[in-house]
């Protein structure tokens, strides 16, 4: 059972590693948020599977709270106006 | 074990790669977006360190807030200068070699240091869960926060309002939106705001009540209210006002003062300073410390000395 | 009675900031005076309490250390906090008047400066690493922000260059302390010095804190960020900044190194130190020596003097440690007279270049008194307390043969004698500059305050008896004879 | 070993914020090097707190959950600090400015 769940979360992981290469990539803003969304939701899910595998019941509370962080970054990146953001070799380093 | 092991390595791996990332990246608005996936990822490494009071902190105050701060302040620099010229990353090239050396000296004697050390076997933080029962709180964390190291708590609290006070010192005067009530919004975020900003009160005040026997309590609490005001000035439902209201005045100093007054109150009544009467009194000054860490952490992401609702 | 008196220390001028920040305005002034008044006072029973019993010791919330955390004050403690109390309110008689016309700085002032007062007495109490840290953090984004509040461009860039590196030591001082909790498990000094061991580990976390506490101090060769803060604070600012600040984060070092490392042998490292010290006293007074503006050469004459306390570790003694007490008593209270007399002559006459400050003993003579009556103490000439501060320290470099050392000390005196004759050279000729467009009338109480100090750096040279049986706790990690 | 895996972690971390705070000229990076030489410490306390096997000491817990507070404060200010220079003098970097200006603060 452990071994299943700690493979779980290797996996989880990788997808992590995966959705990276979009939030560093880009090209555009959109591609980047939606990479970080994914980010929210698949921490939740190892959040939720930690809990489970370490024995801490508090982690399903953390979940709560990064589930509620995420919400709160797509309404942050709907609200703001992020044109200025999409040209990758900016000057200004 | 083993497979459980990978699990770290791969966190830690992850770790060092964002901040080299962070550090070395090209554009400065990615190391931004990538220094808030590297908190992240390590509330998954406070998780695996059984360290869960952490992990909520670490989304709320180190990823969360910081990185609205970052991204705000970027996007005034941008604002400010859209040419975004004259500005190069590496100072000197050929700095980078001689400094990387040192860097890694560094790091091996650091990480050599801390490896050599024993462990010791009775330190203050077994006699804290050693002395826990006293307390009236089973979450050893808000034990020591707020009953054996309160004081440090208490000037922390100073620390922050130093912040608030430090920004409003260097305001340039004139107040700055940075909501975007010029530009016509999505019709979504009004509906998505009636639901999440209540969302966020109510898992406020629950990580504030279940600070006292589990993982939580009014750092986290703070700043997942903090998240909401945030929220609401970066909607324009928050605008900046110029000076600093009478009752947010109050607010922003409510912890310190109901912190240090009990305190007092307890020293001229004989006992010692900042003992605390009761398991009552952990919950007030609970309360009054979340209160007075999400106000100053909203306002300093509004870059304002005061908020008002629109339309007032 | 004393122990409450010690904890109002800190918390008086905390609640009283958040009252002159809540109240704003005339309030808050007078607040903010009727607390730094008080201070004075509380030291009364504190001192009566320090020279009966040796010291006196606080555990908060009633949990002993090292679960708890512990407010001590001893006898060099006593000396600081006495030093809080009177540049403080000597420094907040000028605010008082130098604020009084930018209502819009002054509501930010007064909580600044308030929570500043807080966090050095914090400092000078405290017996716990981490309380320490916290503690520091107060103060150095309260000296920040002061700074800051200059405004132009000048003194932001130096508030942030400031920040950064104050940063930057923190976190080198907390990594060393991570280190320590884990090697002894407690983080009181006192306690930490049965645990400590030589191994290379604990040297490596004592030098992590050594450099933060150095960086903060802005002890050669890691100074460069002080010069240009200070001399673009406001006067008041400036005053407690060099007067103050940098001793505070010294003070810990002090008590790090002779409490809880008195069990270690740290020879060579001691060495260092005294040359990152010679090398302060010799650049600190060479760059002073050509500055061409008067707050510049004041604030380089603070790197100069910082280097003398760096003199105890290689001297390392029973009878340096009263010198180097001494010489913290008696730079600060004469830097504190130079910096606010500097502040009130750059106020009256506009500028504070040299060049341009001519006949200035008919124009603003207190100031000029008060500047000259705090360089004898800078110089190091009898009376004053600096004079007996080198005195002390010859002898014991005398006492040792350590002859290296004994150069450097009389070297430095001869150039701060040099540096501080150019400016009031300067300042006596009679030649009459043209501009006076920009004076700005500078208050009575301005230059009496500035006076006061001057006077009390001259004095502490007289009255050398009591402080020095403030002194009389010994450090265990010095001997008698070294 | 679990202890070991983040030890060498947090060390990296705080050299690379070091590198980074060396070499990074915008005031901005320098700030993101500074939360990361402090993410790298608070990784090392814990980890030595005996996160890794046993219970964790909650002493070390609440140091970095006072650091957090403490570091996302300071970069608050410091936030604010940089906004305002690069609105007084168009850089968001720190030159070395030649000793010869007029400072204020004669207030």
């Known amino acids: 059972m452990n071994t299943a769940l700690s493979l779980a979360v290797i996996f989880l992981i990788i997808n992590l590693a995966a959705g990276l290469v979009r939030v560093a990539r880009g090209p555009s803003p959109e591609d980047r948020m939606l990479a970080a969304l994914l980010f929210g939701s698949t921490t939740v899910a190892v959040l939720l599977i930690l809990a489970q595998l370490m024995e801490i019941p508090a982690l399903r509370d953390v979940a709560l709270l990064f589930g509620l962080l995420a919400a709160i970054i797509s309404v942050a990146f709907v609200a703001l106006p992020a044109d200025h953001d999409r040209d990758e070799e900016d000057s200004w380093r | 074990m083993g497979i459980s092991l990978v699990i770290d390595v791969l966190l830690a791996l992850g770790l060092v790669g964002l901040a080299l990332q962070v550090v070395a990246g090209p554009s400065l608005f990615r190391s931004i977006v990538l220094f808030v996936v590297f908190g992240l990822v390590m509330a998954l490494a406070w998780a695996r360190l059984h360290a869960p009071d952490l992990a909520m902190a670490e989304a709320a105050i180190g990823a969360g807030i910081t990185g609205a701060l970052l991204l705000m302040t970027y996007r005034r620099l941008v604002e400010l200068n859209p040419e975004k010229r004259g500005e190069t990353y590496l100072g000197s090239r050929w700095l980078a070699a001689p400094v990387g050396v040192l860097t890694g000296v560094l790091v091996g004697l650091i990480g050599w240091a801390a490896l050599q050390l024993p462990p010791g076997d009775t330190t203050a933080g077994t006699l804290a869960r050693d002395a826990l029962d ?18 440090d708590t208490l000037l922390e609290m100073g620390v922050l309002l130093l912040a608030f006070l430090g920004a409003r010192a260097v305001a340039s005067g004139r107040a700055h939106s940075p909501g975007t009530s010029e530009v016509s919004e999505p019709a979504l975020v009004g509906a998505l705001l009636s639901l999440v900003v209540p969302l966020t009160i109510l898992v406020g005040i629950y990580l504030l009540r279940a600070g006292g026997h589990a993982p939580g309590g009014a750092f986290q609490a703070g700043a997942v209210l903090a998240a909401g005001g945030v929220l609401l000035s970066l909607t324009g ?3 900046p006002t110029d000076h600093t209201p009478l009752v947010q005045r109050l607010v922003l100093v409510l912890g310190l003062l109901v912190f240090s007054g009990m305190g007092l109150f307890m020293l001229f009544a004989g006992s010692a300073m900042l003992s605390l009467p009761g398991t009552w009194a952990i919950y007030l000054v609970e309360t009054a410390l979340m209160i007075s860490i999400a106000l100053p952490l909203a306002l300093l992401f509004a870059q304002a000395p005061g908020l008002k609702g629109r339309g007032h | 009675m004393a122990e409450q008196a010690m904890i109002l220390l800190v918390f008086l001028p905390l609640l009283a900031a958040c009252l002159a920040f809540v109240l704003a305005g005339t309030p808050a002034r007078v607040i903010a005076g009727i607390t730094m008044a008080a201070l004075p006072a509380l030291m009364l029973p504190i001192t009566v309490d320090v020279i009966d019993q040796g010291e006196i010791a606080h555990s908060l919330g009633g949990h002993a250390a090292p679960l708890g955390i512990r407010l001590v004050a001893d006898g060099s403690g006593a000396l600081m906090l006495w030093l809080v109390a009177i540049i403080g309110s000597l420094a907040s008689l000028h605010a008082w008047f130098s604020f009084r016309d930018q209502p819009d700085a002054e509501g930010t002032f ?21 309380n320490l840290y916290v503690a520091m953090e107060l103060v150095t984004l309260s000296a920040v922000a002061l700074v800051a509040l200059a405004g132009g461009p000048v003194a932001l860039s130096a508030a942030m260059r400031y920040l950064l590196l104050a940063m930057l030591a923190s976190l080198a001082y907390l990594l060393g302390v991570v280190l320590i909790y884990n090697a002894t498990g407690t983080m009181d000094f006192r306690l930490l010095a049965a645990d400590l061991e030589a191994t290379p580990e604990v040297i490596i976390s004592l030098v992590l804190i050594t450099v933060g506490l150095l960086l903060k101090t802005a002890i050669f060769p890691l100074h460069v960020w002080l010069p240009r803060a200070h001399a673009s604070a406001p006067g008041p600012v400036s005053a407690v900044l060099s007067a103050l600040v940098v001793k505070a984060s010294l003070f810990v070092l002090y008590r790090i190194w002779f409490w809880s490392g008195a069990e270690l042998d740290l020879a060579p490292a001691e060495w260092v130190l005294g040359l990152a010290g010679a090398g302060a006293i010799i650049y600190g007074s060479l760059a002073a020596l050509v500055q061409s503006r008067l707050k510049l050469l004041v604030a380089y004459s603070t790197v100069a003097q910082l280097g003398y306390l760096m003199m105890i570790f290689p001297l390392a003694s029973l009878l340096a440690w009263p010198a180097a007490n001494y010489q913290i008593m008696a730079h600060a209270l004469a830097k504190a007279a130079l910096f606010l007399a500097a502040a009130n002559i750059l106020r009256g006459q506009g500028t504070d270049r040299l060049q341009e400050l001519g006949g200035l003993d008919r124009r603003q003579p207190i100031d ?3 500047f000259g009556i705090a360089g004898v103490s800078i110089m190091g000439l009898p009376p004053s307390g600096g004079f007996l501060a080198k ?25 701060a004698a040099a540096y501080i004759f150019r400016a009031l050279a300067g300042m006596l000729t009679s030649r009459q500059t043209e501009f006076q467009a920009r004076i700005r009338p500078v208050h009575r109480a301005m230059s009496l305050s500035a006076l006061a100090l001057a006077l009390l750096a001259l004095a502490s040279g007289f009255a050398s008896s009591p402080i020095l049986e403030l002194l009389g706790l010994e450090p265990p990690g ?3 004879d070294s | 070993m679990q202890a070991e895996i983040y030890v060498a972690a947090s060390a990296a971390v705080f050299g690379t914020g070091v590198y980074g705070l060396i070499l990074a000229r915008h005031i901005l990076r320098k700030l993101l090097a500074l939360n990361l030489m402090g993410g790298g410490v608070f990784l090392l306390l814990i980890t030595l707190g005996g996160g890794a096997d046993g219970p964790p000491d909650p002493i070390p817990q609440a140091m ?10 300071a970069t608050a200010f410091a936030l604010a600090m940089l906004v305002r220079l690069y609105q007084e003098t168009g850089r968001a970097t720190l030159e070395l400015e030649d000793d010869d200006q007029e400072g204020g603060g004669d207030g």
Do not use: H, K
């Open chain 3, 110 to 130: 007064w909580p600044l400066w308030l929570i500043l007062i807080a966090g050095l007495n914090g400092m000078f109490l405290s017996c716990d690493l981490f």
């Open chain 3, 368 to 370: 000029l008194f008060a």
């Open chain 2, 134 to 151: 006293e307390t009236g709180v089973s979450n050893p964390v808000t034990g020591v926060l707020l009953v054996f190291r309160g004081y």
């Open chain 4, 64 to 73: 970095v959950l006072t650091g957090i507070v403490i570091a996302v404060s």
């Open chain 2, 237 to 239: 439902r928050l605008v």
């Open chain 3, 478 to 480: 010095l001997s008698v």
């Open chain 3, 391 to 415: 005195w002390m320290f010859l002898e014991t470099a005398w006492a040792q043969a350590a002859w290296g050392w004994l150069a450097v000390m009389v070297i430095g005196s001869l150039l």
